[in-house]
């Protein structure tokens, strides 16, 4: 999936900032791929970008209007219908991470095919796959996995390009999830993926490449939580990594929607990965932790990233406050 960039970020009417991350992960890591945003009445959030309509959209080049916003159920609102409708006369094609499917929409379909345009659910995209071989193929692959769910694997798996790339080394973001696959403007969203093709898909994401080249393959879920350590689990096998970045929440008192589900330890969370890595992957390594501190202080953030730094031998850092360099240095410098 190859999704038309530049994006013209629509925010809808909603009031709440989180619920246009997407949005927002696409202006934070990709502002040269943003001409603007676009809001309908009531809409209490902003990304700083300038606010266009469709004609002054399209006049500046873009080229794809992007939901970037997320509700209760992930439907699509019939208010937001006219909005779209004239981003696809314009001719700029429209792409959605919600549950609601653009093409289930006969007059948004009907309205492409006239224009000529493309409509991009992520959440649905099913490219042919082939089940995962396990078969090694050349170039370095990084995986981010994590003690939990929403710990920052994609922020850290971004973090981790951008320091690459700074060090002068080959880097590629693998996007896994439809945020990611709009700041990259590809991808595979897993979570759309049949379970046998999982691992499959992943070896079709991160394929052989050179030698030096490092593909950063955004990880999903957690080999400890119940509900999507499956997802996990192909990630793992068909990443084929050669190192682990493990992503943690400082102070996290269960696993994420599950008051009942404890937090595993570090200790036992690394050992299960590395050991779930080694079935394809028989030199994996840990790069480092990339952990979020947000809420503690900056002296107990930095006190904690050190500790577990002691306790493992390799970096630990919060990627927002502190930066992923030194993980981006051990990975050149041992790679």
């Given amino acids: 999936m190859l999704i038309p960039q530049p ?60 939901l970037g916003t997320a509700n209760a159920g992930g439907y699509l609102p019939t208010h937001w219908l006219d909005t779209v409708k004239s981003a696809i006369s314009a001719g700029m094609n429209v792409a959605s991470g919600l549950h609601h499917r653009l093409v289930d929409e006969p007059e948004l379909v009907a309205l492409a ?12 995209m099913r490219p042919k796959l082939n089940v995962g071989s396990g078969k090694k193929r050349t170039g370095k ?74 593909d950063i393959v955004e990880g999903q879920g957690s080999l400890f939580h119940p509900s999507y350590a499956g997802v996990s689990m192909g990630l793992i096998h068909g990443a084929q990594p050669h190192w682990l970045v493990m992503c943690h929440e400082m102070g996290r008192p269960h696993m994420r929607h599950l008051p ?22 028989d030199a994996v390594q840990l790069a480092g932790f990339a952990i979020n501190t947000s809420n503690y202080s900056e002296e107990e953030a930095r006190a904690y990233c050190a500790e577990v730094s002691a306790e493992f031998g390799v970096p630990a850092t919060d990627p927002v406050r502190f930066g992923i360099a030194d993980i981006a240095a051990l990975l050149q410098e041992r790679g």
């Fill in 7 to 66: 994006y013209l970020l629509f925010l809808g009417d909603v009031t709440d900032p989180l619920a246009a991350k997407t949005a927002r992960g696409i202006q934070v890591w990709r502002p040269e791929q943003c001409v603007g945003e676009i809001k309908l009445p009531g809409c209490a959030v902003s990304l700083g970008l300038d606010e266009l309509d469709i004609n002054a959209a399209k006049a500046r080049g873009a080229k794809t209007l992007v």
């Fill in 113 to 124: 095919k006239e224009f000529g345009v493309e409509l991009f659910d992520l959440r649905h």
């Fill in 141 to 214: 692959r990084v995986l981010t996995v994590g003690t939990d769910c929403s710990v920052g694997k994609m922020y850290t798996s971004l973090a981790l390009e951008a320091a690459m790339r700074e060090r002068g080394m080959k880097a590629d973001f693998r996007a896994t999830g439809q945020t990611g696959i709009l700041v990259a403007g590809e991808g595979i969203a897993i979570d759309a993926v049949i379970a046998d093709f999982i691992a499959g898909a992943v070896e079709a994401l991160s394929p052989a490449n050179d030698a030096d080249h490092w």
């Fill in 260 to 281: 009942h589900q404890p937090m595993v330890s570090l200790k036992d969370c690394v050992e299960a990965n590395l050991r779930a890595a080694h079935v394809t992957s």
